[in-house]
C-alpha cells in the first residue's frame, strides 16, 4: 500500500482559501487514482473530490463544486485540493486517499473503493 500524509489545514474565516497537500511515498503515485474526503463532528465520512491516475479527469461533490479544485503532480508524488470561498460548513477532518487502478481515466467516489488513507488534517471555517 501506498502512505499517505496530508497537510495545510487550519483556520480560515467564511470567504477564504486554503490548499490541502497529500505527500504519497512507498508506491508508484501514477498507479493511483486519488480522492479527498471528510469528515466533520457527528456526521460520517463524505466524499469532497477525485481525480484520476494522471490527472485527466476529476469529480466533486455538489456541496464544493465550483469552489473546490482537485489536482495532482505526479512528479512530485502529490496530491492537492485548493479550497476556495470557504464556507463555514466545510469544517471537517479532511483525508485523502488512494485507490490502485488498471484505468488511466477512471476515479472513484466511494470511500470503500479506497484501501490507503491518511490521517487526516483539520480545516476550520469561521462566520
Known amino acids: 500500500q501506498v502512505q499517505l500524509v496530508e497537510s495545510g489545514g487550519g483556520s480560515v474565516q467564511a470567504g477564504g482559501s486554503l490548499r490541502l497537500s497529500c505527500a504519497a511515498s512507498g508506491r508508484t503515485f501514477s498507479d493511483y487514482a486519488m480522492g479527498w474526503f471528510r469528515q466533520a463532528p457527528g456526521k460520517e465520512r463524505e466524499f469532497v473530490a477525485a481525480?484520476?491516475?494522471?490527472?485527466?479527469?476529476?469529480y466533486y461533490a455538489d456541496s464544493v463544486k465550483g469552489r473546490f479544485t482537485i489536482s495532482r503532480d505526479n512528479a512530485k508524488n502529490t496530491m492537492y485540493l485548493q479550497m476556495d470561498a470557504m464556507k463555514p460548513e466545510d469544517t471537517a477532518v479532511y483525508y485523502c486517499?488512494?485507490?490502485?487502478?488498471?484505468?488511466?481515466?477512471?476515479?472513484?467516489?466511494?470511500?470503500?473503493?479506497?484501501?490507503?488513507w491518511g490521517q487526516g488534517t483539520q480545516v476550520t471555517v469561521s462566520s
Open positions: 486517499a488512494a485507490r490502485s487502478s488498471s484505468f488511466s481515466g477512471r476515479y472513484y467516489l466511494s470511500a470503500n473503493d479506497y484501501d490507503s
Open positions: 481525480i484520476s491516475r494522471r490527472g485527466g479527469n476529476a
